[in-house]
Structure formats: C-alpha cells, structure tokens
C-alpha cells in the first residue's frame, strides 16, 4: 500500500515536471521582443545610459552607428548615432555590445552612452522606437529576463533591488552580500540536504522489501532533518537584524512633558524639526525625521509628553505617543534630572518605577521576552549643582547602569556619550552585515523558512505512523525552501518583487 501510495506521488511529480519543462521550451520557441529604456537617471548630466536587450538589439546598433560589422564584445567604441529614418545625426557617444549569454540579462544587448541633454536622450530612445519589433521596457524588465534567463535567482534580485535603494552603509553592504548569492548558497546547501534525506526516505519505501536497502538510512536521514532543524531556528532567530536593516530603525523619544525631549530630537537631527517651548504640552503629535547614524538608516520620532490632562487634543497626541512606544525599536526615556531622588542609593528603583508607570517599558535587561531596547536620558544637567551632578555620575558607574546618561541639551554636556551609546544598541539590533552568516531580509523569506519548519517538525510526527506522508512532508519542505529563491511556483510573486524596481533595471 505504501509503495502504491509513493509511486502516485512520484508519477504526480513527474507529471508537473513535464509539463513545466515543455511550458520552458514553448517560451523559448516563441520570440521574445527586444525592450529599450534610459537606465540611468532622468534629467540634465553628462551621461546617459540607454539599454536595448532582446533578439534585435544587434539590428539596433548597426540601425543607429552604420556599422558593417559589430564592435568587439564589452568594448566600448565611440562611433557617431544617427537617426535610422531621416539619417540625422543625433549625437556622438560611446556603444558596447554584450552578446548573449554573457550579459546581464543573458540575451544579446547594447548600450548607447550619450550625452545626457534631454533632447539627446530623447532623440535616440525616439529613435530606437522606431524601428519594429521594439517595445519600452517595463519596470524591472531587464532584471526579470536575467532572473528567467538563470542569471540571477529570486535572491540576488532582491539584493539588487535593496541595493538600487540602498541609502546608507550598513544597506549597502548587506545588499551587496545578498546580491554576491550568500543567502542563495545557504537555502542552496539546505535544498541539496533535504533532497538527499528524500531520497533515503523514497528509497527505503520502494525497496526495503527486497532487502536492498538497510534501515541505517532512516537514521541517517532523520540526523539531517534534525540538523537541518537547528540550523533553520538559529537563522529565523535573529532578532529581525536583515529586515530592520533593510527598513531601518524606530527610534521613539518619550517621556513626561517639558522634560527637553524635541531639544533632543533637533540636537540628533541638527536641526530644528521640532517646536522647542518652555510651555509644558508644546508637542501635540508624532514628529519623524530620517537619519543616518554610524551608516545605520534611523526614523526618529518625537513624541507628545506623557502626563494627565483633560485637554482631548493633548489626550490624543498621548495615545498616538504611547502606540509609537510600542512600535519601537529603541525607546530613548528623558527625564528631568532634577526629579531624580536626594538619595542617590535608591536610583534604580526610581528609574524602574519611571520607566513602568510613564513610559511602559521594564528596565531589567535580562527579562524574557523584553521586546525593546531603552535608554534613559537625564536631561538638564546644567541646572544641577556640581556636587549632585558628581554624584549621579559615581551612583551610574558604581551600579553599572549601562543604559543611562547624563545630558544637558542646552550646553550640549554629555552629548557625544549619548550619541555612542545610542550607536551601540543600533548596532546591536542591526549587526554587521559583514559578520557570521547572512540575515534575512524579506518577510517573504520569513513566511517560507517557517513553513519550511513546520513541515520538517511534521516529519517527525509521521516518521513512525506513516513513512509515505512523513516523506511528503519532507517534499512540502522543499516546496517551501525552492519559492525563496524561485526554483519553485515563482510566477505568482514575480510581480510583487520586480514591480519595485526603476524603468531600465
């Protein structure tokens, strides 16, 4: 009964796979168009790249320079660009031909590199459209024909994405390590393990019976899907490092009123992003601003201070300060140091106390399941005797209480402490991209990686009911692990993926 039940299964797979390869062949059969777009950026500069890929672009750079023969191959030629109809010159740049399969898209390609007036750039992408058989391309196209032309897997395409966007340091890297194939070659490893303990599994099912195969191979096949296992928590336990990278961090400003929190935010932005007043309750909702700190991509926010009032305007700003609080991936608390208690021995209970009631986050850093980082900002120091401030410091040191700070906004005191203190947790969230095995960076690759789980932890369930559907679960896996990087049922996430890159990428 088993074997029938495995032969279905086989005979089934099979089946898809042929289908899926005559579906490759009659796609290849029929011609694609040859596609053209401005790849680099748009308006005045001193050069424009224009891109042609498909069948024809061999035709479109003889149309357009007069060659007899074609330029030696990722050469570049300066050669003078006419207009095929008219047989107007329309300017003098640079050509380079990329033969197929060696090309980005691994189809035969040019490039014209023009100047980059818009009537030049305008004139030979006109040009180009005139010719038949010639379409714009879509976003993302020439991406799309490298990934369906094996060039690139969904992976690498998605680190190009992120690398077009990239906006700091810390993006750029990760995007370059993802694109160099890093995550491609660790789901790779994973595919060729799981297809190997398949294969034990589908083996002794269909041959046991005949004495050919020894029950060693279920253990052998049971100590990869344990490995595996442990391989895949510790990638999907990573605090979110790939993803937070990708989008940045949440850093959230809270606290009482008039406890200096937007003198704070324009001391970090270097600017004045928010109404700095002596009045209590100046700030009535969330002010965000972009940065980069240390090459890391930040979105500050300040909040509403955290008080009771009747004021339903006030009422909702705090609401809306409270909701970003727990968005947050770091929460920086400023209190007004003046408030802190004569006796210095009792600080961290104070500023316990402080953090539940007013900001809603637990100072014990070694609590399970605490959800975010915070730093305590004293604020106005300036307005402290000399002797309390000394104190303060000795108390913070004596204690070690790694995530306070003494600060004074309006002199600046303690700044560049707060600033390195406030570097460290980003880099602690984030991680260097550079360090120990990729991140993941999509939620796409989350969602598969812990089906992938599941399906693994149902092998183990059936392992010893029913061989067959253990062995189907283990396939389930594969599925799963295949969707990450397009080996398997790409076509309905090729849109979402492609849909974000520019025209000419």
């Not at 005949?210 to 253990?219: K, P, R, S, T």
Request: hydrophobic fraction near 35%; proline fraction near 3%.
């Amino acid at each position: 009964m088993m074997i029938r039940q495995s032969l279905k299964i086989q005979n089934i797979s099979k089946a898809y796979v042929t289908v899926r390869s005559a579906t490759r062949s009659y796609c290849k059969s029929v011609k694609r168009k040859t596609i053209f777009a401005l790849s680099s950026g748009h308006g005045k500069c001193g050069v424009s790249v224009i891109r042609v890929s498909g069948p024809d672009s061999r035709t479109v750079l003889c149309s357009l320079t007069r060659l007899k023969q074609l330029p030696r191959a990722r050469s570049a030629v300066l050669q003078k660009i006419f207009h095929p109809s008219s047989g107007e010159m329309l300017d003098r740049g640079l050509i380079l031909w990329f033969p197929g399969p060696n090309s980005f898209t691994g189809e035969d390609c040019c490039e014209f590199h023009v100047h980059g007036g818009p009537a030049v750039v305008s004139g030979v992408l006109e040009a180009i459209g005139s010719l038949p058989d010639l379409s714009p391309s879509e976003a993302g196209e020439f991406t799309k024909r490298a990934f369906q032309n094996g060039k690139l897997d969904l992976t690498e395409v998605e680190g190009l994405g992120d690398l077009i966007h990239a906006e700091t340091e810390a993006q750029r890297r990760q995007a370059l390590q993802q694109m160099a194939g890093d995550l491609k070659q660790l789901y790779q490893g994973w595919s060729t393990r799981l297809t190997k303990s398949l294969a034990y599994i589908e083996a002794y099912i269909d041959f046991s019976e005949d004495d050919n195969i020894e029950e060693g191979v279920l253990d052998e096949a049971d100590s990869i899907v344990k490995a595996l296992q442990a391989e895949l928590s510790a990638h999907l336990c990573d605090s979110r490092r790939g993803e937070r990278l990708r989008s940045g961090i949440h850093i959230v400003i809270g606290g009482a009123t008039n406890a200096g929190k937007s003198s704070l935010l324009n001391m970090i932005s270097q600017k004045p992003a928010a109404i700095v007043s002596p009045i209590a309750g100046t700030t009535r909702d969330v002010v965000e601003t972009a940065l980069n700190i240390g090459g890391y991509p930040v979105l500050l926010s300040d909040t509403a201070g955290l008080r009771e009032s009747e004021d339903p305007i006030e009422q909702e700003g705090m609401i809306r300060a409270r909701s970003k609080l727990q968005e947050a991936d770091i929460v920086v608390a400023v209190i007004d140091s003046r408030e802190v208690s004569q006796d210095l021995s009792g600080i961290c209970d104070f500023l316990q106390k402080y953090l539940k009631q007013v900001i809603n986050v637990d100072c014990d850093e070694n609590q399970p399941g605490r959800r975010r980082c915070f730093i305590l900002v004293l604020n106005k120091t300036d307005l402290l005797e000399e002797e309390i401030q000394e104190g303060l410091n000795r108390v913070i040191c004596q204690q070690e209480l790694p995530s306070v700070c003494l600060l004074s906004c309006k002199t600046g005191q303690g700044f560049q402490e707060f600033l390195q203190m406030l570097q460290h947790r980003i880099t602690q969230l984030c991680g260097d991209p550079l360090m120990g095995s990729p991140s993941l960076t999509q939620a796409r690759h989350r969602l598969h990686l812990q089906n992938c789980e599941k399906a693994l932890e149902q092998y183990h369930h059936y392992r010893a009911v029913d061989l067959v559907v253990a062995a189907e679960q283990l396939r389930l896996a594969l599925q799963h692990l295949g969707r990450i990087t397009g080996k398997v049922g790409a076509e309905e996430i090729l849109n979402i993926i492609f849909r974000d890159f520019c025209i000419g990428k």
